[in-house]
């Protein structure tokens, strides 16, 4: 089943994607699309042909659209994607209001990097609501 997962990695900095590409590889997800931020995936999102993620992993802080901007789209309908697509937001944020208020707006899950391959699938099992390896 993992072998079928569609995830978006939404990340400003390139070296962060490669990370979490290298992570989710290493658990056997390979289907994976990447943006520098949330403009940019709506618009990926919305390109004819392109097959929706199951989930989504995306950082807070970021230019243009920022990840709890994007959570907002998405809970709103405004993301090119089904409204209820899960929202992992991974953040090296401290501060506990900005953290609360992120999973207000529609966050799934909020996961303090550093991250390891095992800590995102059982994240991922969590917000889609089942096991990928069994």
Do not use: W, Y
């Amino acid at each position: 089943m993992v072998e079928n997962l569609h995830v978006m990695v939404i990340d400003d900095q390139h070296t962060m994607r490669s990370i979490i590409r290298q992570l989710l590889e290493q658990q056997g997800i390979h289907n994976i699309a990447e943006a520098e931020n949330g403009e940019q995936a709506i618009k990926h999102f919305c390109t004819a042909g392109v097959t929706a993620p199951d989930v989504v992993l995306c950082d807070l802080h970021m230019d243009e659209m920022d990840g709890m901007e994007f959570v907002a789209h998405v809970r709103r309908g405004k993301a090119g994607i089904d409204s209820g697509t899960p929202v992992i937001i991974l953040t090296g944020e401290e501060d506990v209001f900005v953290l609360d208020v992120t999973q207000q707006v529609g966050a799934t899950l909020v996961l303090k990097k550093p991250v390891t391959g095992g800590d995102l699938l059982r994240e991922i099992e969590t917000a889609i609501g089942f096991s990928l390896t069994s």
